[in-house]
């Protein structure tokens, strides 16, 4: 099993569509957590840290439930330059020690026009 | 402020030589993780460098070796290439305090004939 889960996709919405992704991860011991954003042959972007208290940037909304290990990522209105492979990602390291991610295999989403 | 920047872009190599990639952190950051993304992967950690010093390995052989310079840029070393070394390599600068996030540079695609 991988230590950060995601549904690959694709998913494939019109555009103004809202869309959910889902990620879990095992490891009780990860300390902080991350949406990146990671287009075609292109390095992944930081897009939002994600927080217990839930947090929203404009249109994306994250949610952290450390209980069941679940991160969330939803974004409302979709534009057509939404469309990317979106990354769940959980950092295992905190101060001194490795400040390591591991990374999600990444859900492909398409707006369609 | 400056961000991170990798050499070269791109690289065709062939099994069994060496090779070199490079990494410039972004201004004010003293930490450089290296990852490897295969094709239809997320980015796998290869290792952190820290004050010249290697701080955490992922689960990579010997032959991956690397570097950090007084100025913090750093050096991934791949010996004896084999075709699965094939792939985007993602190097990352951060501060090591706290849970900061990870921002990466271009990458450099690695092709091994």
């Known amino acids: 099993r991988k230590e950060v889960e995601q549904d690959p996709g694709p998913f494939n919405v019109p555009e103004g569509a809202t869309v959910a992704f889902n990620c879990t991860y095992s490891?009780?011991?990860?300390?902080?957590f991350f949406w990146y954003r990671q287009d075609c042959r292109k390095e992944p972007k930081l897009l939002m840290s994600?927080?217990?208290s839930g947090n929203e940037d404009g249109r994306f909304t994250a949610q952290l439930n450390r209980a069941s290990q679940y991160i969330s990522l939803l974004i409302r209105d979709s534009k057509l330059s939404d469309s990317a492979t979106y990354l769940c990602?959980?950092?295992?390291?905190?101060?001194?020690?490795?400040?390591?991610?591991?990374f999600g295999t990444g859900t492909l989403l398409a707006v369609q026009p | 402020e400056t961000g991170v920047t990798q050499s070269p872009t791109h690289l065709i190599k062939t099994r069994g030589q060496q090779v070199t990639l490079r990494c410039s952190s972004q201004s004010g950051h003293n930490t450089v993780s290296w990852y490897q993304q295969a094709l239809g992967q997320g980015p796998q950690f290869i290792f952190q460098y820290y004050r010249e010093e290697e701080n955490g390995r992922g689960n990579f052989p010997p032959r991956f070796s690397g570097l950090q310079f007084p100025n913090y840029s750093s050096e991934l070393n791949v010996n004896a290439l084999e075709l699965d070394d094939s792939a985007l390599y993602l190097c990352?600068?951060?501060?090591?305090?706290?849970?900061?996030?990870?921002?990466f540079g271009d990458g450099t695609r690695l092709s091994i004939l």
């Open positions: 990602v959980v950092n295992r390291g905190y101060g001194g020690a490795t400040n390591k991610l591991i």
């Open positions: 990352a600068s951060s501060l090591l305090t706290g849970n900061q996030p990870q921002h």
């Open positions: 490891n009780s011991a990860s300390q902080s």
């Open positions: 994600v927080y217990s």
